[in-house]
């Protein structure tokens, strides 16, 4: 089944201390993306990769760190996690500009307490 | 500047009533990319559509039709017949590369039995 897999779904955890949200598609897709949604704000962009060690910054990447070392997955890194962090993640991939939209993950509930 | 505006927060139907979700962005690139995205209470995010800027045909998948106007700067969306399962916070997103996305703040519909 073609998908984009986050892990973890929910995460709890305090400020200072580094994590990493994994994303994985099967779709060899080469563009790949996160987001965080937040209430009243919509879905903004953090980075984004075209390809393999390709990033970019997206709308709000400040405290994000990203790699695209291999074409199948792009973690979301976490070096210093404050609590205007905590929100909900999703990776997206796509073919793009090819048809098509994004496939989004299941989503990554993240709270920094 | 890149911008979506989705004006209508939430939205209340009664099943069966037909209902429109309005969508207005602002991009100075003459060539773009438009979406509409749905986000179910269960909260995975659905690729309903993706419009390319060149093409402003109208398009109909059965109960669902999109309404493209570059003079209005408009992508508005259309359920027809709403059913309960219609409910889902509905978003409408830019691309002008393909690569950066913008996405409005959603619009919640519900849809009462």
């Known amino acids: 089944e073609a998908q984009v897999t986050q892990n973890p779904r929910y995460l709890i955890t305090v400020t200072g201390k580094k994590l990493t949200v994994t994303c994985s598609q099967n779709?060899?897709?080469?563009?790949m993306s996160w987001y965080r949604q937040d209430p009243g704000l919509g879905l903004r962009q953090i980075y984004y990769?075209?390809?393999?060690?390709?990033?970019d910054k997206g709308d709000v990447p400040e405290g994000y760190k990203v790699s695209r070392k291999e074409k199948r997955n792009f973690p979301l890194i976490l070096e210093s996690p404050s609590p205007n962090q905590t929100s909900l993640y999703f990776c997206?991939?796509?073919?793009?500009?090819?048809?098509?939209?994004?496939?989004f993950g299941s989503g990554t509930r993240l709270t920094v307490v | 500047a890149q911008k979506v505006t989705q004006a209508q927060t939430e939205i209340s139907v009664v099943e069966k009533e037909d209902v429109t979700l309005d969508c207005v962005y602002e991009?100075?690139?003459?060539?773009?990319?438009l979406f509409w995205y749905k986000q179910p209470p269960s909260g995975e995010l659905v690729f309903l559509i993706r419009?390319?800027?060149?093409?402003?045909q109208n398009e109909i998948s059965g109960r669902y039709s999109w309404n493209f106007q570059k003079s209005t700067s408009s992508f508005n969306f259309t359920i027809t017949a709403s059913q309960v399962v219609d409910s889902a916070v509905y978003f409408c997103?830019?691309?002008?590369?393909?690569?950066?996305?913008?996405f409005g703040t959603g619009t919640s519909l519900t849809v009462i039995p």
């Open positions: 997206a991939s796509s073919s793009l500009p090819g048809p098509g939209g994004y496939t």
């Open positions: 779709m060899n897709h080469e563009y």
């Open positions: 990769s075209m390809n393999v060690e390709v990033t």
């Open positions: 991009t100075r690139d003459t060539t773009y990319y």
């Open positions: 419009r390319n800027s060149f093409d402003e």
């Open positions: 997103a830019l691309s002008p590369t393909g690569n950066q996305f913008y």
